[in-house]
Nanobody
Framework: QVQLVESGGGLVQTGGSLRLSCAAS????????MGWYRQAPGKQRELVAV???????NYADSVKGRFTISRDNAKITVDLQMNSLKPEDTAVYYCNADVTPYYKRRRDYWGQGTQVTVSS
C-alpha cells in the first residue's frame, strides 16, 4: 500500500510563513509528479503547485512569487514553503502524488490533508 503523510499546517498571521511537508511510503516503484492542492470551505479543490520527477514546476497564479515547491526524489518527499500568507490562503492542503506501485497500476494518491489558517 502507498501512503502520503503530511505535516506542517497550523495557524499564522497575515504575512507569515509556513512550511508543509509530505512523505510517501510503501510499495513504490516510481513516483512521477508530486504536488499540493487545497480546498477552502464551500469551494472546489484546486491545484496550488506541482513538480515533476524531472523538476518542472507549475504554480497557481494566486501563489506565484509567494510559494515554493521542492522535492527530494531519494526520500520521496515534497515540501511547500509558503511565504507572505494571506487570509485567502486559508484551506485544507492536500499532498498528491502520481505513483506507480509495484505490481499495481499507476494512479494518484492523496494525503489526509492539513489545515492552514491565516488570520487577518
Amino acid at each position: 500500500q502507498v501512503q502520503l503523510v503530511e505535516s506542517g499546517g497550523g495557524l499564522v498571521q497575515t504575512g507569515g510563513s509556513l512550511r508543509l511537508s509530505c512523505a510517501a511510503s510503501g510499495s513504490i516503484l516510481r513516483v512521477n509528479a508530486m504536488g499540493w492542492y487545497r480546498q477552502a470551505p464551500g469551494k472546489q479543490r484546486e491545484l496550488v503547485a506541482v513538480i515533476t520527477s524531472g523538476g518542472s514546476i507549475n504554480y497557481a497564479d494566486s501563489v506565484k512569487g509567494r510559494f515554493t515547491i521542492s522535492r527530494d526524489n531519494a526520500k520521496i518527499t515534497v515540501d511547500l514553503q509558503m511565504n507572505s500568507l494571506k487570509p485567502e490562503d486559508t484551506a485544507v492542503y492536500y499532498c498528491n502524488a502520481d505513483v506507480t506501485p509495484y505490481y499495481k497500476r499507476r494512479r494518484d494518491y492523496w494525503g489526509q490533508g492539513t489545515q492552514v489558517t491565516v488570520s487577518s
